[in-house]
Protein backbone atom coordinates (compact mmCIF):
# COMPACT_ATOMS: atom_id res chain seq x y z
CA UNK A 1 0.00 0.00 0.00
CA UNK A 2 2.88 2.63 0.55
CA UNK A 3 4.75 1.92 -2.58
CA UNK A 4 1.35 2.58 -4.31
CA UNK A 5 1.23 5.80 -2.37
CA UNK A 6 4.81 6.58 -3.49
CA UNK A 7 4.41 5.94 -7.05
CA UNK A 8 1.20 8.15 -7.61
CA UNK A 9 3.13 11.05 -5.32
CA UNK A 10 5.55 10.65 -7.81
CA UNK A 11 3.90 10.46 -10.66
CA UNK A 12 1.48 13.85 -9.79
CA UNK A 13 4.82 15.26 -8.62
CA UNK A 14 6.22 14.87 -12.52
CA UNK A 15 2.91 15.75 -13.90
CA UNK A 16 2.51 18.75 -12.23
CA UNK A 17 6.77 19.93 -12.68
CA UNK A 18 5.68 19.27 -16.62
CA UNK A 19 2.79 21.76 -16.14
CA UNK A 20 4.29 24.76 -14.58
CA UNK A 21 7.62 23.62 -17.45
CA UNK A 22 4.31 23.88 -19.85
CA UNK A 23 3.42 26.95 -18.04
CA UNK A 24 6.70 28.41 -18.75
CA UNK A 25 5.78 29.43 -22.75
CA UNK A 26 2.05 28.75 -22.69
CA UNK A 27 0.26 28.55 -26.05
CA UNK A 28 0.06 26.79 -28.73
CA UNK A 29 1.51 26.28 -32.22
CA UNK A 30 -1.31 24.10 -33.77
CA UNK A 31 -3.91 26.89 -34.52
CA UNK A 32 -5.02 28.84 -37.23
CA UNK A 33 -2.57 31.21 -38.54
CA UNK A 34 -4.12 35.19 -38.04
CA UNK A 35 -4.71 37.56 -41.00
CA UNK A 36 -0.85 38.77 -41.94
CA UNK A 37 0.65 35.22 -41.35
CA UNK A 38 3.08 35.96 -39.29
CA UNK A 39 1.08 34.56 -35.86
CA UNK A 40 -0.84 31.79 -34.90
CA UNK A 41 -4.33 32.24 -32.76
CA UNK A 42 -3.22 32.22 -28.96
CA UNK A 43 0.50 31.53 -30.08
CA UNK A 44 3.36 30.55 -27.46
CA UNK A 45 6.21 32.10 -29.56
CA UNK A 46 4.30 35.63 -29.89
CA UNK A 47 6.44 38.53 -28.35
CA UNK A 48 4.73 39.81 -24.72
CA UNK A 49 4.06 43.26 -24.44
CA UNK A 50 6.46 45.48 -22.35
CA UNK A 51 5.51 45.97 -18.49
CA UNK A 52 4.55 49.50 -17.79
CA UNK A 53 3.81 50.30 -14.22
CA UNK A 54 1.09 52.24 -14.16
CA UNK A 55 1.00 55.29 -11.28
CA UNK A 56 0.32 55.27 -8.07
CA UNK A 57 -2.84 57.73 -8.16
CA UNK A 58 -5.12 58.28 -11.17
CA UNK A 59 -3.63 60.29 -13.58
CA UNK A 60 -0.10 60.40 -12.39
CA UNK A 61 2.10 59.14 -14.98
CA UNK A 62 2.90 55.88 -15.99
CA UNK A 63 7.08 54.66 -15.81
CA UNK A 64 7.43 55.04 -19.68
CA UNK A 65 6.05 58.71 -19.79
CA UNK A 66 8.06 61.32 -20.88
CA UNK A 67 7.40 64.16 -18.28
CA UNK A 68 6.88 67.81 -19.55
CA UNK A 69 5.57 69.31 -16.31
CA UNK A 70 5.71 67.93 -12.72
CA UNK A 71 5.42 71.35 -10.92
CA UNK A 72 8.79 71.91 -9.96
CA UNK A 73 10.39 73.71 -13.37
CA UNK A 74 9.85 74.83 -16.66
CA UNK A 75 12.87 72.63 -18.30
CA UNK A 76 10.56 70.93 -20.61
CA UNK A 77 9.60 73.98 -22.23
CA UNK A 78 10.45 77.36 -23.97
CA UNK A 79 8.68 80.87 -24.25
CA UNK A 80 8.27 82.45 -27.49
CA UNK A 81 8.10 85.88 -25.11
CA UNK A 82 7.62 86.63 -21.84
CA UNK A 83 8.06 83.44 -18.81
CA UNK A 84 5.01 82.03 -18.32
CA UNK A 85 4.44 81.64 -14.57
CA UNK A 86 5.78 78.74 -12.03
CA UNK A 87 4.03 79.23 -8.59
CA UNK A 88 3.27 76.66 -5.73
CA UNK A 89 3.60 73.57 -8.24
CA UNK A 90 1.25 75.69 -10.88
CA UNK A 91 2.00 76.87 -14.55
CA UNK A 92 -0.06 79.56 -15.78
CA UNK A 93 0.11 81.80 -18.49
CA UNK A 94 1.67 85.00 -17.83
CA UNK A 95 -0.33 88.54 -17.99
CA UNK A 96 0.31 90.72 -20.92
CA UNK A 97 0.15 94.49 -21.63
CA UNK A 98 -2.12 95.70 -24.85
CA UNK A 99 -0.12 94.83 -27.97
CA UNK A 100 2.65 92.64 -26.73
CA UNK A 101 3.08 89.37 -28.21
CA UNK A 102 1.77 86.02 -27.03
CA UNK A 103 3.92 84.14 -24.92
CA UNK A 104 3.83 80.76 -26.35
CA UNK A 105 4.96 77.60 -24.31
CA UNK A 106 6.85 74.90 -26.64
CA UNK A 107 8.60 71.71 -25.73
CA UNK A 108 11.57 71.09 -26.24
CA UNK A 109 11.31 67.78 -27.20
CA UNK A 110 9.56 66.79 -30.60
CA UNK A 111 6.68 63.87 -30.76
CA UNK A 112 4.37 62.54 -33.32
CA UNK A 113 2.11 59.69 -32.11
CA UNK A 114 0.83 60.14 -28.25
CA UNK A 115 -1.13 59.49 -25.51
CA UNK A 116 -1.16 62.87 -23.46
CA UNK A 117 -2.49 63.81 -20.05
CA UNK A 118 -3.14 67.09 -18.41
CA UNK A 119 -4.74 69.20 -16.07
CA UNK A 120 -5.94 72.75 -16.54
CA UNK A 121 -7.99 75.09 -14.66
CA UNK A 122 -10.11 78.51 -15.66
CA UNK A 123 -9.92 81.84 -13.30
CA UNK A 124 -12.51 82.22 -11.15
CA UNK A 125 -14.07 84.45 -11.02
CA UNK A 126 -14.55 83.97 -14.42
CA UNK A 127 -13.10 86.70 -16.72
CA UNK A 128 -14.42 88.02 -20.10
CA UNK A 129 -17.18 85.76 -21.80
CA UNK A 130 -17.13 83.54 -25.01
CA UNK A 131 -13.91 83.37 -26.54
CA UNK A 132 -12.00 85.54 -24.10
CA UNK A 133 -13.21 83.36 -21.27
CA UNK A 134 -10.49 80.89 -19.81
CA UNK A 135 -9.10 80.76 -23.74
CA UNK A 136 -5.77 78.43 -24.24
CA UNK A 137 -5.28 75.17 -26.77
CA UNK A 138 -3.35 72.48 -27.06
CA UNK A 139 -1.61 72.21 -30.22
CA UNK A 140 0.49 68.72 -31.61
CA UNK A 141 3.35 68.88 -33.99
CA UNK A 142 2.52 73.08 -33.36
CA UNK A 143 -0.18 72.71 -36.04
CA UNK A 144 -3.52 70.46 -34.95
CA UNK A 145 -5.30 72.10 -31.94
CA UNK A 146 -7.48 70.60 -29.13
CA UNK A 147 -9.55 73.65 -27.71
CA UNK A 148 -9.16 74.41 -24.04
CA UNK A 149 -11.76 77.09 -23.13
CA UNK A 150 -13.80 78.03 -19.72
CA UNK A 151 -17.22 76.11 -20.79
CA UNK A 152 -18.96 76.12 -18.10
CA UNK A 153 -21.89 78.56 -18.91
CA UNK A 154 -20.31 80.38 -21.57
CA UNK A 155 -21.71 80.24 -24.36
CA UNK A 156 -19.88 80.24 -27.08
CA UNK A 157 -19.40 78.68 -31.09
CA UNK A 158 -19.62 75.46 -30.86
CA UNK A 159 -16.77 74.06 -32.63
CA UNK A 160 -14.81 76.91 -30.33
CA UNK A 161 -15.46 75.39 -27.01
CA UNK A 162 -13.70 73.19 -24.50
CA UNK A 163 -13.52 69.63 -26.18
CA UNK A 164 -13.36 70.81 -29.94
CA UNK A 165 -11.23 70.40 -32.56
CA UNK A 166 -10.92 74.41 -32.83
CA UNK A 167 -12.76 75.41 -35.95
CA UNK A 168 -14.21 71.93 -36.95
CA UNK A 169 -15.89 69.31 -34.86
CA UNK A 170 -17.36 70.69 -31.31
CA UNK A 171 -17.50 67.80 -28.46
CA UNK A 172 -19.81 65.07 -28.36
CA UNK A 173 -21.11 66.79 -24.83
CA UNK A 174 -19.70 69.25 -22.40
CA UNK A 175 -18.26 68.17 -19.67
CA UNK A 176 -17.46 71.31 -18.20
CA UNK A 177 -16.38 71.42 -14.61
CA UNK A 178 -17.11 75.26 -12.62
CA UNK A 179 -14.22 78.07 -13.31
CA UNK A 180 -11.42 77.81 -10.43
CA UNK A 181 -11.73 73.71 -10.61
CA UNK A 182 -9.22 71.70 -12.32
CA UNK A 183 -10.25 69.68 -14.92
CA UNK A 184 -8.52 67.16 -17.03
CA UNK A 185 -7.67 65.98 -20.43
CA UNK A 186 -6.54 62.79 -21.59
CA UNK A 187 -5.67 63.16 -25.50
CA UNK A 188 -4.50 60.35 -27.97
CA UNK A 189 -3.11 61.91 -31.02
CA UNK A 190 -1.98 59.96 -34.32
CA UNK A 191 -0.26 62.00 -36.31
CA UNK A 192 -0.83 62.60 -40.75
CA UNK A 193 1.09 60.04 -43.02
CA UNK A 194 2.55 61.65 -45.96
CA UNK A 195 3.08 60.40 -49.73
CA UNK A 196 6.75 61.28 -50.92
CA UNK A 197 4.68 64.16 -53.40
CA UNK A 198 3.07 65.40 -50.40
CA UNK A 199 -0.06 64.21 -50.69
CA UNK A 200 -1.95 62.89 -47.24
CA UNK A 201 -2.20 59.00 -47.32
CA UNK A 202 -3.59 59.23 -43.62
CA UNK A 203 -4.65 62.51 -42.09
CA UNK A 204 -4.25 63.27 -37.97
CA UNK A 205 -6.44 61.16 -35.69
CA UNK A 206 -7.49 62.32 -32.43
CA UNK A 207 -9.38 60.86 -29.26
CA UNK A 208 -10.30 63.22 -26.38
CA UNK A 209 -11.55 62.48 -22.90
CA UNK A 210 -12.27 65.75 -20.92
CA UNK A 211 -12.76 64.78 -17.31
CA UNK A 212 -13.20 61.10 -18.03
CA UNK A 213 -16.06 61.70 -20.63
CA UNK A 214 -15.48 61.08 -23.88
CA UNK A 215 -15.81 64.25 -26.26
CA UNK A 216 -13.76 63.24 -29.83
CA UNK A 217 -13.88 59.45 -30.66
CA UNK A 218 -10.97 59.22 -33.20
CA UNK A 219 -12.20 62.27 -34.94
CA UNK A 220 -9.72 63.07 -37.93
CA UNK A 221 -8.70 66.38 -38.93
CA UNK A 222 -8.94 68.56 -41.65
CA UNK A 223 -5.80 70.02 -41.83
CA UNK A 224 -3.82 72.36 -39.80
CA UNK A 225 -5.41 74.61 -37.54
CA UNK A 226 -6.82 77.54 -39.12
CA UNK A 227 -8.54 80.84 -37.80
CA UNK A 228 -11.49 81.15 -39.59
CA UNK A 229 -10.88 79.30 -42.12
CA UNK A 230 -11.22 75.81 -42.89
CA UNK A 231 -7.93 73.32 -41.88
CA UNK A 232 -5.67 72.36 -44.54
CA UNK A 233 -2.70 70.05 -44.80
CA UNK A 234 0.75 70.33 -45.44
CA UNK A 235 3.57 67.76 -45.50
CA UNK A 236 5.74 68.05 -42.69
CA UNK A 237 7.94 66.05 -40.49
CA UNK A 238 7.18 62.75 -38.63
CA UNK A 239 7.53 64.85 -35.09
CA UNK A 240 7.02 68.26 -33.65
CA UNK A 241 6.56 69.97 -30.55
CA UNK A 242 3.51 70.50 -28.69
CA UNK A 243 2.64 73.90 -27.64
CA UNK A 244 0.19 75.49 -24.83
CA UNK A 245 -1.42 78.52 -26.35
CA UNK A 246 -1.44 81.99 -24.45
CA UNK A 247 -4.50 83.52 -25.55
CA UNK A 248 -4.61 86.41 -23.05
CA UNK A 249 -6.47 84.72 -20.41
CA UNK A 250 -4.55 83.26 -17.57
CA UNK A 251 -5.62 79.63 -17.64
CA UNK A 252 -3.21 77.47 -15.25
CA UNK A 253 -1.98 73.81 -15.86
CA UNK A 254 -0.52 71.43 -13.87
CA UNK A 255 0.32 67.22 -14.64
CA UNK A 256 1.79 67.28 -18.01
CA UNK A 257 2.81 64.48 -19.75
CA UNK A 258 3.28 62.08 -22.89
CA UNK A 259 4.00 58.65 -23.98
CA UNK A 260 5.31 58.20 -27.42
CA UNK A 261 3.13 55.42 -29.11
CA UNK A 262 5.00 53.11 -31.41
CA UNK A 263 3.57 52.23 -34.62
CA UNK A 264 1.56 49.48 -33.28
CA UNK A 265 -0.40 51.82 -31.78
CA UNK A 266 -1.89 52.79 -34.58
CA UNK A 267 -5.77 52.48 -35.16
CA UNK A 268 -6.81 50.61 -38.43
CA UNK A 269 -9.06 51.89 -40.91
CA UNK A 270 -10.07 48.80 -42.50
CA UNK A 271 -10.73 45.25 -41.56
CA UNK A 272 -7.98 44.76 -44.24
CA UNK A 273 -5.53 46.84 -42.25
CA UNK A 274 -4.12 43.98 -39.84
CA UNK A 275 -0.88 44.94 -38.01
Known amino acids: MRRINLAAVIAVATLAGGAAMAQDKPGFRDTPTLPGGEWKVHDADRPHP?????GATPGAPPSDAVVLFDGTSLDAWEPTGQPWQLENGVLT??????GE???TLVSKQSFGDVQLHLEFRSPSPPQKSSQDRGNSGVWFMERYEVQILDGY???????GTVGAIYGWKPPLVNA???PGEWQSYDIV???PRFAADGSVERPAYVT???????VQNRQPFLGSTIWRDVGKYEA??????IQLQDHDSPVSFRNIWVRPLPEAALSHDAMGDHQ
Open 189 to 191: FER
Open 93 to 98: VPAREE
Open 50 to 54: EVVTP
Open 101 to 103: EAS
Open 208 to 214: VFLNGVL
Open 236 to 241: HADAAP
Open 176 to 178: SRK
Open 153 to 159: DNPTYAD
